[in-house]
T-cell receptor
Framework: NAGVTQTPKFRILKIGQSMTLQCTQDMNHNYMYWYRQDPGMGLKLIYYSVGAGITDKGEVPNGYNVSRSTTEDFPLRLELAAPSQTSVYFC???WGQGGNTEAFFGQGTRLTVV | LAKTTQPISMDSYEGQEVNITCSHNNIATNDYITWYQQFPSQGPRFIIQGYKTKVTNEVASLFIPADRKSSTLSLPRVSLSDTAVYYCLVGDADKIIFGKGTRLHILP
């Protein structure tokens, strides 16, 4: 099993550009999450999903969009990149309610907006 | 908002036992307590989870008193490779909310 796979690993964007961060998991988990982590800080929840077709906002959703058309995939979309979105982005999945089950994390996407 | 409080940082020496205590005064009846470890430039990794009393696995032990308002992660005989950030979380329904974590620095 590959677990949680994120692509790309690194990306540099110019201000105003858009991009999609890809996340896929092969564990048939219902729950999926997107986080951002700024240098020296903890993880902040951007969006999460409890199953295909269902998404909800986390702590810091502004400037991002998500979709969940399949159980496996949970892409994160940045429409108009801003320097404040420079961060490391982590995707995660869990089989049950995230707060009470083990979550598996991807290796992260390091995004720089210039 | 994270529902836990833990020390910002701790130092210890190789070979010592390290105990990190987490406070979660408002823990709900159905909440579990979960600890994650994060190395630089990596995603968090699950360490241990418990509901009450004591849980032990090959990596750590988790002690939870009867009132469940706190918990202690115990790392036996730490090595330099245990230098990492450790996060204590309590159940938050469908979400996983991280606090600031404890930055553990192991010295030779």
């Amino acid at each position: 099993n590959a677990g949680v796979t994120q692509t790309p690993k690194f990306r540099i964007l110019k201000i105003g550009q858009s991009m999609t961060l890809q996340c896929t998991q092969d564990m048939n988990h219902n729950y999926m999450y997107w986080y951002r982590q700024d240098p020296g800080m903890g993880l902040k929840l951007i969006y999460y999903s409890v199953g295909a077709g269902i998404t909800d906002k986390g702590e810091v959703p502004n400037g991002y969009n998500v979709s969940r058309s399949t159980t496996e995939d949970f892409p994160l979309r940045l429409e108009l990149a801003a320097p404040s979105q420079t961060s490391v982005y982590f995707c995660a999945s869990s089989w049950g309610q995230g707060g009470n089950t083990e979550a598996f994390f991807g290796q992260g996407t390091r995004l720089t907006v210039v | 908002l994270a529902k836990t409080t833990q020390p910002i940082s701790m130092d210890s020496y190789e070979g010592q036992e390290v105990n990190i205590t987490c406070s979660h005064n408002n823990i709900a009846t159905n909440d579990y307590i979960t600890w994650y470890q994060q190395f630089p430039s990596q995603g968090p990794r699950f360490i241990i989870q418990g509901y009450k009393t004591k849980v032990t696995n090959e990596v750590a032990s988790l002690f939870i008193p009867a009132d469940r308002k706190s918990s202690t992660l115990s790392l036996p005989r730490v090595s330099l490779s245990d230098t990492a950030v450790y996060y204590c979380l309590v159940g938050d329904a469908d979400k996983i909310i991280f606090g600031k974590g404890t930055r553990l620095h192991i010295l030779p």
